[in-house]
């Protein structure tokens, strides 16, 4: 139950996009047709999915004050904490790297439908603040920061599908000359945010 | 503590050109307004705009990404010629972590309750896009005094959008202006209420397209063809 809750709340409530502007960048620059964002979505995804555990495992046994006393009880008042912007960026950026690998060889079609997007994930901000959010909010058990990365993938797959989608048909409409592109984007999004803000609250 | 070793700032010596030539001079102004980095080279968005509740944070989180901007421009751009091209994108990078990290402890250090409401968005100005696109497009190519300029520049341009969005959102959600009322009692005598939704991150997003909205109709050539 404290799985699903995790994960409802990091999709719907605390959204990557719409609470915490995470991937603004990449959400802003491949939206504009809804197969690109499908290939883009499902991509950070994986590498959210993969990246929050392996982050978790490395502050719980690594970084932490006294984390490393698995290895000798003289490690104890180690405390590596103020690494962890630059570990988590570098596991970051190796998983993408194997990520891109892995595709490439098991599944050549996805990889060639996912094509640039892959290694552009690893300067995507909500990957990293994935990360940095599971630091901040101390998951109890390695399952449970597996399923909030998830979750907050699936979050952001929601958002940027649905964004897509409107700009699509978007394209028919007059919108006056200096909003075009950009500005009603952003208007856009903001208004999908209100909406999305009726889930707050929402506990399973 | 954090024991990063920060280059020096390097003395460039240039006779030919002096220090804010014509040409320095665009580098600082221009990303202020004709290529903002928010609202026209549109980097940056991801770590800035949660900061934006309140003006003092906003103003925090300004400087800080022109200090990182600024000097990891410095930084890569000095060694430009020696990093290999394959491995580029990590050596950007490890310094502007390093870089992050200091900023971070400084925080921690001076502005301990700014730092605790900025949260994980200071660690998120290593993933700024605006650095690594700077990093990219401007510093691999250029002597490191122009880079540092250009650094500055484009972080002040991102700290103006901040410092404006966080304004607005302050006065009229919560009637304050760096912590100080200045929408007067009388008005909330005579029956003004503070906007909630001015507060709820959903309106930054519509103040910066109201940003957009304006500049471009100011001047027209920022319009985006129509598709």
């Known amino acids: 139950m404290e799985h699903v809750n995790i994960f409802i709340k990091a999709v719907f409530i605390e959204n990557m996009i719409f609470a915490y502007f995470l991937g603004m960048c990449s959400y802003l620059a491949i939206s504009k047709t809804v197969k690109n964002a499908v290939g883009l979505g499902i991509a950070v995804i994986f590498v959210l999915g993969v990246s929050v555990p392996v982050c978790y495992m490395l502050e719980n046994y690594v970084l932490k004050a006294g984390a490393m006393t698995w290895i000798s009880a003289d490690f104890a008042n180690i405390d590596l904490g103020f690494l962890s912007f630059i570990m988590f960026i570098a596991i970051i950026a190796a998983i993408v790297q194997l990520v891109e690998m892995i595709v490439e060889k098991f599944a050549p079609a996805l990889y060639g439908a996912l094509g640039i997007f892959l290694p552009l994930i690893a300067v995507n901000c909500s990957i990293l603040g994935g990360a940095l959010f599971m630091q901040d909010r101390e998951y109890a058990t390695l399952g449970e920061a597996t399923t909030f990365g998830l979750g907050s993938g699936v979050g952001w797959f929601l958002a940027i599908v649905a964004i897509a989608a409107i700009r699509e048909k978007i394209r028919y409409s007059n919108v006056p000359a200096p909003l075009r592109g950009l500005g009603i984007t952003f208007i856009i999004t903001g208004l999908m945010g209100i909406a999305f803000m009726m889930f707050m609250g929402v506990a399973l | ?227």
């Open chain 2, 1 to 227: 503590m954090s024991t990063e070793t920060i280059k020096a700032p390097v003395k460039v010596k240039e006779p030919k050109e002096r220090l804010f030539s014509p040409k320095n001079k665009k580098l600082l102004k221009d990303p202020l307004n004709d290529s903002n980095p928010i609202t026209v080279q549109v980097l940056g968005i991801c770590s800035a705009l949660a900061v934006t509740v309140q003006l003092k944070p906003s103003i925090v989180m300004a400087l800080s990404v022109v200090v990182v901007c600024a000097f990891s421009n410095l930084v890569i751009s000095s060694i430009r010629n020696i990093i290999p091209n394959r491995i580029r994108i990590i050596v950007q990078l490890v310094v502007v972590a390093s870089l992050v990290i200091l900023v971070d402890q400084v925080l921690k250090a001076f502005v301990y309750d700014v730092s605790k409401q900025l949260s994980v968005f200071v660690g998120l100005i290593i993933t700024n896009c605006i650095i690594m696109g700077r990093l990219e497009a401007f510093a691999m190519a250029n002597k490191p005094w122009p880079s540092f300029l250009d650094g500055i520049g484009n972080g002040l341009g991102y700290g103006i959008i901040l410092v404006i969005v966080s304004a607005v959102r302050e006065v009229f959600g919560s009637g304050k202006l760096m912590g100080f009322q200045i929408v007067p009692d009388a008005f909330y005598k005579m029956g003004y209420f503070n906007n909630g939704l001015a507060i709820l991150p959903p309106m930054a997003l519509i103040i910066v397209g109201i940003i957009i909205w304006i500049q471009r109709s100011k001047n027209p050539e920022l319009i985006e063809a129509d598709k």
